[in-house]
């Protein structure tokens, strides 16, 4: 008979796997800053930072670089952080990934539970056909549930986008300057002093026409190693209804790192 706090942690572990592949399945780049917002909240200041690089030789010939940096800060009123990441694999002489991103944001609060946010946005992604993306919004954010162990929030933006697309199709999907209704739920849970759970999700419907719409969900969980020493799982899933007709709808990515923190 397995001691009750083997069948916690290992109820706790499943949840934890239940909640990134849920989240990650259900859904353009996004990022997930909940877990920062918090960190500032109680520390004025907060910077996450991963890097990974890999290189082979001999039956496998190349490089595989990721790397991200989050910084953010707040005053009395004030949230702003800038968000950014890069990923980029060359194997066999092939490139396989190639991708950059970078994301800004200020938030005002304009009272308990509501802020209004302002962003801008710029990225690349030559396996999507990305060639450059910008786009900037504004718009509200409000404090839907506001607890110790779990909160939720619920923001909606007017947003203008701009895609270049990199295509041999004469006239690409996707291709042009849109403006887009922007909704999004974010969400924390910390079912344990060591581990964070939190997801983003957004719905970007085309205000002139609904049924060009894209979905994107950024989902994680965070264990706390040391003060300064965090492993992720993180999951992104996204569904574009226009794209080129050689790039697929929808999208995931899993992906594991080890993150520093102060």
Request: hydrophobic fraction near 40%; aromatic fraction near 12%; include cysteine.
């Amino acid at each position: 008979m397995l001691p009750s706090r083997v069948w916690s942690r290992a109820a706790l572990f499943t949840t934890v796997l239940l909640f990134v592949v849920t989240f990650g399945e259900s859904a353009h780049a996004q990022v997930n800053v909940e877990p920062l917002r918090q960190q500032v909240t109680e520390h004025q200041f907060g910077a996450r930072i991963a890097v990974t690089t890999t290189s082979y030789a001999g039956n496998t010939q190349g490089v595989i670089f990721g790397g991200s940096a989050l910084v953010g800060g707040r005053t009395a009123r004030n949230f702003g952080y800038l968000d950014l990441s890069g990923d980029y694999s060359k194997l066999g002489g092939i490139v396989s990934v190639a991708k950059w991103f970078a994301h800004l944001r200020h938030n005002l609060e304009l009272g308990p539970g509501c802020w209004w946010e302002e962003y801008a946005q710029l990225e690349s992604d030559r396996f999507r056909r990305v060639q450059l993306r910008e786009l900037v919004g504004v718009g509200p954010r409000f404090a839907l549930a506001h607890s110790k162990p779990f909160e939720l929030f619920f923001g909606s933006s007017y947003m203008v986008e701009h895609t270049e697309i990199e295509s041999s199709d004469p006239d690409p999907r996707g291709q042009g300057t849109f403006e887009r209704w922007s909704n999004y739920i974010a969400l924390t849970l910390k079912p344990d002093e060591r581990i964070l759970l939190s997801s983003v999700n957004y719905v970007q419907p085309r205000i002139d026409q609904f049924s060009d719409y894209k979905v994107l969900s950024v989902s994680g969980v965070a264990f706390t190693i040391t003060k300064h020493l965090q492993s992720h799982i993180d999951s992104t899933a996204r569904y574009e209804s226009v794209t080129p007709s050689d790039v697929r709808r929808a999208d995931l990515e899993l992906k594991s790192s080890l993150e520093v923190v102060f």
